[in-house]
Structure formats: structure tokens, C-alpha cells
């Protein structure tokens, strides 16, 4: 069965740099969510889409934009990075209500 | 607000032993659901169960099993004959059904689960 994809997998900045996360939900699934994890933490909740458009939004730093694609794909934009953005970065989608929530792989995010 | 408590951070247990992990939450929602992830050292983050709270009957999955107590608010996952692959870091989690928003899980933090051999 498909999965949610993540793209990359891995990746390093320098800070004041900018980063681009790619995630490719579940065919089907209406809704997209970005979560953040830092080290020995839960998710933090960023920010989710609902057919393409913001449906609801979390602890995203201004410096954070998102968006959804009319292929349903969405990419959560990082400019100005910091140290403290390092995390890895989950991606998941659903489908209606009524589904769970299936994650990507997650990226992880390394700024030096 | 709706808020979710996993009041232990670290567990262990013996190999093909039974484990509980205990999880409670505080909402004024009526229907609700209720999941277990698992996030094994790899960080993939891996739903074990879900429960709908308008259902009474605990959701069974293989050795993966809940005790939903909704008028104590208690959603505790009983892991049976405990393998060396269950090894990982649980988290609870809840969600609305409410269709306006909200649709996000909202989380404990964790407990990290040891199995020894």
C-alpha cells in the first residue's frame, strides 16, 4: 500500500540559510499535517491543510511557510534557519474524520 | 482544551512478559478518537491502535490491546508476550472529530519502552 512520502530523507544547513520539506500524501487523503520533533520530545504540531487549503495552524515560526499543491503534495518552506530548527520533520496525511493520522519517514533537518 | 497524560517516561519488561502503558486524557468532547503510535529508535512514527470512543468494546490488535475506560478518561495499551521489536518509544494521542477544525493529534509525551531478553 502507499505511503507517505518525505523528501529528503536527511538534510544539513547552514543558519540563515532556507530549506524546503517535500511530502506526498496518501492518494485520496484530503488532509496534510506537518509536525515537528525535537530530540526526546513529542511532536509539536506546525500547521495542516484541508483539500489545499490552511485548515488549522500550530507552533509555526513566522520564519515557516506551507503550502498545498493541487496535487495534493505540500512543502513547508524554512527560511532564516536556526540552530534550534534542528528536528526531524513528520509529515502525515488522513482521510476524512474517520481515519488515523499515517506519517511519512520523516525528514531530519540539521542546521550547523 | 483537550490534554493527554502518559505519567510514565520509562517502562521495561521481560521478554514474552505482559506490559501496561497508561495514558489519560481530559476533554469535554463526547465522540473522540483515541491512538497508541510507536516510534522505534529508526524515528518512523507507526500507529499501533486506534479506538472511537462511541464504541465500547476495547480495540484488539495481535498482541496489541486497550484498556478505554471513557468515564475515567483512561486509554492504556497492553502489549502481550512482549518481543524484542516492541522496543520503542509510545506515544498516546487524541483527536476530535470535530469536522471544523482540529483535526490534529494532540499528544502525550511518550514513554519509552525497554523489553529485555
Known amino acids: 500500500a502507499a505511503g507517505v512520502i518525505q523528501s529528503p530523507r536527511h538534510l544539513i544547513k547552514e543558519k540563515r540559510e532556507t530549506a524546503t520539506l517535500k511530502c506526498y500524501p496518501i492518494?485520496?487523503?484530503?488532509?496534510v499535517y506537518w509536525y515537528q520533533q525535537g530530540p526526546g520530545q513529542d511532536p509539536q504540531f506546525l500547521i495542516s491543510?484541508?483539500?489545499?487549503?490552511?485548515?488549522d495552524k500550530g507552533s509555526i515560526p513566522d520564519r515557516f511557510s506551507a503550502q498545498q499543491f493541487s496535487d495534493y503534495h505540500s512543502e513547508l518552506n524554512m527560511s532564516s534557519l536556526e540552530l534550534g530548527d534542528s528536528a526531524l520533520y513528520f509529515c502525515?496525511?488522513?482521510?476524512?474524520?474517520?481515519?488515523?493520522?499515517?506519517f511519512g519517514n520523516g525528514t531530519r533537518l540539521t542546521v550547523t | 482544551a483537550q490534554t493527554v497524560t502518559q505519567s510514565q517516561p520509562e517502562m521495561s519488561v521481560q521478554e514474552a512478559e505482559t506490559v501496561t502503558l497508561s495514558c489519560t486524557y481530559d476533554?469535554?468532547?463526547?465522540?473522540?478518537?483515541l491512538f497508541w503510535y510507536k516510534q522505534p529508535p529508526s524515528r518512523q512514527m507507526i500507529l499501533v491502535i486506534r479506538?472511537?470512543?462511541?464504541k465500547q468494546q476495547n480495540a484488539t490488535e495481535n498482541r496489541f490491546s486497550v484498556n478505554f475506560q471513557k468515564a475515567a478518561k483512561s486509554f492504556s495499551l497492553k502489549i502481550s508476550d512482549s518481543q524484542l521489536g516492541d522496543a520503542a518509544m509510545y506515544f498516546c494521542?487524541?483527536?476530535?472529530?470535530?469536522?471544523?477544525?482540529?483535526?490534529?493529534?494532540?499528544w502525550g509525551l511518550g514513554t519509552s519502552l525497554a523489553v529485555n531478553p
Open positions: 476533554t469535554s468532547e463526547s465522540d473522540y478518537y
Open positions: 491543510f484541508y483539500e489545499k487549503m490552511q485548515s
Open positions: 479506538q472511537e470512543a462511541y
Open positions: 494521542a487524541y483527536r476530535s472529530v470535530n469536522a471544523g477544525n482540529n483535526r490534529k493529534l494532540i
Open positions: 502525515a496525511s488522513s482521510f476524512s474524520n474517520n481515519s488515523p493520522l499515517h
Open positions: 492518494p485520496r487523503h484530503d488532509t
